[in-house]
Each structure stands twice: as structure tokens, then as C-alpha cells.
């Protein structure tokens, strides 16, 4: 549940579909939108008209939203702060929080649209059905957790451990209104929403390392990642020594015993040390950019889904140079927008680097091996810093150095119990991607720790109204939260012209009286967007339509209006089943918002 409005929003949106081992990526658009209006408003045309309009958003930046969540000494998600109690800084520089909410991502979804049964076919009374709300609330999948394993990254041990343990997991915690999703940042074994277990299970059983890097060990002379970036793009000279010395023992290089031989055979080993920093740098970018990827996938995947969304990101880490630190700020970015909370848990367990490194490396030089043990301490710092970026700068958990799997993927699936969404928008700020430090803190709060977005990058172009409105509807559509700034109810009604078609309508009725019409020419200008979406059980979106609602009334018209409201109604053609109906409004004038939810079962 969400008190104020974030004024968030959102990415083009993709969805991931599985095939047969295979990614799919499609365009996010809802089927249907855009078609001709069936039925013209009622009322006197030049005062009411209505269309319909393709349910389709892109995406800006105007406003930096920065999840924070704040934590007692227990551990525990504190949710009483108020807006006053917050500083923000950019760059060192105060800013003003504009928008300012506190979401409760564990409330419960609420279902008040009234289900009707049309009249039959042979003129029998309509039959009125209205569940009980806890009933229907129980039908709506509020949650989506996907769980992202590093397939690419992980060794067997560690993998086949956090296996299990996911499994555990989820066979103990997996809710009826829950569903999981299962993705490998190699693209192989993955799984699609459900609620079905034995699907889980299966699919996760599948999962095995897909490593394409050659091991740093096995390479002469000893290569990481990190190391190669240190030497190809930091130009560091300490590192290189280190590899030339390593590769003179492992290439084998002849050291002339005559002056400048030692010379000549690091002028020759440099050749060595740099081509396997070549090939080390070009493995773990393509890594690197492909779980990047993979996640910037999931987060436009479940901008889709209506409810809790969160990815548990099951890794050893991974390290990102400074080329990537832009796309992994558009990623986090994206997934705040979007409310996607990224929780990583490093799946190695309790891990130390052992000293000595492994004695089955080409190079193994004892008079290399401390200065190679500071690098593999550096390179994994920098990884789980990597993981604990990601968590910190969505609103999710990072978990590391504990062998108690499965009560770690207990509380990395678990959203903190409050998070507050700061928004401000920067003075100043100049339209150029440049790097942006933020800081949190808390003014006469103690003994409690904040964890925050640590900074962003500027966009490089303006947003205008229109896309803000779009993307306000969009998450709205994607959320389970029901909004009145604005009085709305719902009704469905269904009817079946055989045993394999059903024809659903959805009616919105909208009082018109708290509406800030603009007043021009002596008449009452404002605008309504009105948007019904229907989901299946896995809380996938199968159909939304848009219709626009433009109002130019008079005087007496809108006093007649606002007595009984006007009713926009949405026709969908579906087969028999359950369904959740989604209807939000939202008015052009005073940007105020609607939503309701719906649940309708056709037998």
C-alpha cells in the first residue's frame, strides 16, 4: 500500500518468454489497444466525446527517485518516518524531496469490483454474484519473485548448494497468491511465472554452470578479470610485472645471463602477459555484459507483472569495471522506476581467500603469489560490491558469508516491510549522463541505519508531460494498490456463446464531482484517461484496452452529469476462466488517480 504518489516511472517495456531453451524478447505493447470505439459517449457530442487510444508508454527522466530503507538495531524495517526527517544530497549539495511516499510492498491486494452474470440467452433475470473481498483477494497473485541464478559465474559446488537450498525454500514459503519465476544469465533451464511447485522444482534441478571464461589458473601467465583491466585499461605497471614475472616461469622464456638479459626477457614475457590480459579482458566483458543484460531483461519482464516485484540475484559476485558503471545505473534506475527490488546472495557460503593460490597454475611463482593474493582479495571485494550496489541501490537485501542457504534465500525473498521512495528533481542539472553521488541521511533519528541509492546519472533529455502521464498510468496498471483520488466503481459482466468463447464487459462508473475542471469559454475542460486490463491467475496481462474521455461541458450538462456519474464500458473477448480486472483512471487537469481491482471467475 502506498501513501502519496512517487510520480515514478518506467522503461520500454519487454517481456521474457521462455521457448524451448530460448530467450525470446517481444515489444511490450497491450493486444487490442488502439481499436475503434464501439459505443460513442452519451450525451451531446461537442460536450463529451470519447476514443479509443493505444495502451502503449515510453519512458523519460525528470525526477530521481531514491528507495531508502531504515532499520532499527534488530534488524527490523522501521515505516513511522515522516518526509521532514530525511536529507538528500547531490554531489554534497542539499536537495528538496518533492515527492515523498513510504510503500508496504507485503499489504494485501484488494478485489471490490462486483461480478454480474449477463442475462441468458433465453431471457431468464441476470444472476448477481458478489464474493466475499477476502475470498477474492486470495485469487490475485500479489507477489512475483524471480529468482536470477549465475549460471555463468557459479562453480558446481556452489550451485548444485543453492540449488537445494532455493528448493527448500520455496517447497516452505511459496503462497497461494505467490508467484516464482526461475532465470540463468546463461539463457538455459529457465521457467516463466507460476505457482507450480513441481514445475520449480524440475526446472531448477536442470540448472548446471555454463562458465565460457577460461579459469585465471589456466592460463599462463595467471589472468583475472580484474587483473587484465588493471593492465589494459588502467595501465597499471605493478600488475604487468607481475605477469611478466609469471610468465617467464610458465612460457618458459630462456633469462640470457649476459647485461639486458633480464631486459629482453620481460620485453618478450610482456608480449605473453599482455595477450592473456587481452583474452581475459574480452571473456569477462562478454560476462559481465551478459548478466547485465539478463537482469536489465527480468527488471522490463516484471514492469508487467501487478504487484510485489522482486529478483534474487543467487551469484558469487561479479566485477564491473568502470565502462560498465553507466548501464549498471541505467539498470538500477529502470528497476526503481519500475518497483523491482534486486536482493543478491553470494551462493559460495562462508568464503576466504586462501593464501598460495592453486598449486595446479602454470605460473605458480612464490615470488609472485602475495602481490596475486592482494589482487584475488581486491577483485572479490569489488565483486560482492557489485552485489551489495544492486541491493542497496533498489531497496533490496544482500546476503554473504554464511553457510545457512536456505535461511539466507528466506531473507533475501523477503521485502522489507516498509521502503520510502524520496523524489526530487535536481537544480540545475545539465543534460550530459555525468555521474551523480547521492547521500541519505536522518535528522534526530538514532540508533537506526538507512541503506539508499548511492547516485545516479543525469538523462540526456527532457520529459514531457505527456510521457509523465503515461508512465504514472502504466505503473498503476502494474500495481495492486487501489487509489480514489478520484470516486470510481466497478462492475463486471459476462456471458458465454458457447461452451469455449465468453464475451466479458468491464464498467467503470466514475463520479465526475471532485474533477478540477478548467473553466474556458464557459465551458468545463478536463480530460479522462481510462485504461481496463484483464490478467490470467500467473498474473500475466492478456488484454488492455484505453479509451480517452475528452469533457467540454456546461454548466447544467456537468450538473446533470455529476448526479449519477458516466459509466465507460470495455468489451473483451476471452475463454472460460479466472481472471483479475484492472481499471485505472486518471484526469489530465489535476493529475489526480483511480484504480480498482476485480477478480471474475467464468465457469
Known amino acids: 500500500m502506498r501513501d502519496g504518489s512517487a510520480g515514478k516511472s518506467a522503461r520500454n517495456h519487454l517481456y521474457l518468454r521462455v521457448c524451448a531453451g530460448c530467450a525470446v524478447l517481444l515489444v511490450f505493447n497491450f493486444p487490442g489497444a488502439g481499436q475503434p470505439s464501439q459505443t460513442p459517449a452519451a450525451g451531446n457530442t461537442s460536450e463529451l466525446t470519447t476514443h479509443d487510444a493505444p495502451a502503449t508508454f515510453r519512458a523519460g ?44 510492498p507485503g499489504a494485501k491486494a484488494v478485489a471490490s469490483a462486483v461480478q454480474v452474470q449477463a442475462p441468458a440467452q433465453d431471457g431468464s433475470p441476470a444472476k448477481a454474484v458478489e464474493s466475499a473481498l477476502e475470498t477474492a483477494a486470495s485469487a490475485i497473485p500479489t507477489r512475483f519473485i524471480a529468482y536470477l541464478f549465475d549460471d555463468v559465474h557459479l562453480e558446481f559446488a556452489d550451485l548444485a548448494q543453492a540449488r537445494t537450498a532455493a528448493i527448500h525454500h520455496l517447497t516452505a514459503t511459496l503462497q497461494p497468491t505467490d508467484r516464482a519465476a526461475i532465470y540463468t544469465t546463461s539463457g538455459q533451464n529457465m521457467l516463466d511465472f507460476t505457482g507450480d511447485l513441481d514445475s520449480i522444482r524440475e526446472t531448477l534441478n536442470k540448472i548446471q554452470p555454463r562458465g565460457t571464461s577460461v579459469p585465471a589458473s589456466s592460463e599462463c601467465p595467471y589472468m583475472t578479470y580484474y587483473m587484465a583491466d588493471l593492465i589494459e585499461n588502467k595501465s597499471d ?33 610482456e608480449s605473453v602477459a599482455r595477450g592473456a590480459a587481452t583474452r581475459a579482458l574480452a571473456s569477462g566483458e562478454n560476462d559481465t555484459k551478459l548478466a547485465l543484460s539478463v537482469l536489465r531483461n527480468i527488471v522490463r519482464r516484471m514492469a508487467a507483472s501487478p504487484g510485489l516485484r522482486s529478483i534474487v540475484l543467487v551469484s558469487p559476485g561479479f566485477y564491473l569495471p568502470d565502462d560498465f558503471r553507466s548501464d549498471q545505473g541505467d539498470l538500477m534506475d529502470a528497476a526503481i522506476r519500475a518497483n523491482v527490488t534486486i536482493s543478491a546472495l553470494d551462493a559460495r557460503g562462508l568464503y576466504v581467500v586462501l593464501p598460495g593460490g592453486d598449486v595446479s597454475e602454470p605460473s605458480q611463482n612464490l615470488a609472485t603469489q602475495t602481490q596475486k593474493d592482494l589482487y584475488r582479495r581486491d577483485s572479490d571485494v569489488l565483486s560482492w560490491g ?36 524520496l523524489g526530487f528533481s535536481p537544480q540545475n542539472l545539465k543534460l550530459n549522463g555525468s555521474y551523480h553521488a547521492l547521500k541519505v541521511t536522518l535528522k534526530n533519528v538514532k540508533d537506526v541505519t538507512a541503506q539508499a541509492r548511492r547516485g545516479y546519472y543525469a538523462p540526456k533529455h527532457e520529459l514531457d508531460p505527456a510521457e509523465q502521464a503515461k508512465q504514472e498510468i502504466q505503473e498503476a496498471v502494474f500495481s495492486r494498490d487501489e487509489m480514489l483520488d478520484i470516486p470510481l466503481s466497478v462492475q463486471t459482466q459476462f456471458f458465454k456463446p458457447s461452451d469455449f468463447t465468453a464475451k466479458l464487459a468491464v464498467l467503470a462508473k466514475i463520479d465526475l464531482r471532485k474533477l478540477p475542471f478548467r473553466k474556458a469559454e464557459g465551458r468545463n475542460n478536463d480530460a479522462l484517461t481510462i485504461v481496463s486490463g484483464v490478467f490470467d491467475p500467473n498474473g500475466n496481462l492478456i488484454n488492455a484496452i484505453q479509451k480517452v474521455l475528452e469533457m467540454r461541458l456546461r454548466d447544467e450538462t456537468l450538473e446533470q452529469k455529476a448526479v449519477g456519474g458516466i459509466v465507460m464500458r470495455s468489451n473483451f473477448d476471452l475463454t472460460p476462466g479466472s481472471y483479475v480486472i484492472r481499471v485505472v483512471i486518471r484526469d489530465r487537469e489535476g493529475s ?11 465457469p
Not at 616461469?249 to 638479459?261: M, S
Not at 489526480?592 to 467464468?602: D, F, H, Q, Y
Open 61 to 104: 527522466v525528470n525526477l530521481v527517485m531514491v528507495p531508502v530503507v531504515v532499520r532499527d538495531r534488530q534488524g527490523h524495517a522501521i515505516g513511522t518516518l515522516k518526509q521532514e526527517d530525511f536529507q538528500l544530497f547531490d554531489k554534497g549539495k542539499p536537495q528538496i524531496i518533492s515527492k515523498f511516499s513510504v510503500e508496504r
Open 237 to 269: 605497471p605493478q600488475v604487468l610485472h607481475v605477469a611478466e614475472q609469471d610468465a617467464i616461469l610458465c612460457a618458459n622464456i630462456v633469462v640470457p645471463q649476459t647485461p639486458g638479459g633480464m631486459a629482453a626477457a620481460l620485453q618478450q614475457a
Open 386 to 421: 557489485t552485489l551489495a550496489e544492486l541491493a542497496d541501490g533498489t531497496g533490496g537485501t544482500f546476503v554473504h558469508n554464511t553457510n545457512d542457504l536456505e535461511g539466507a534465500f528466506g531473507r533475501v525473498a523477503a521485502a522489507p516491510e516498509f521502503i520510502y521512495i
Open 592 to 602: 489526480l488517480m483511480a484504480a480498482r481491482n476485480g477478480v471474475v471467475e467464468i
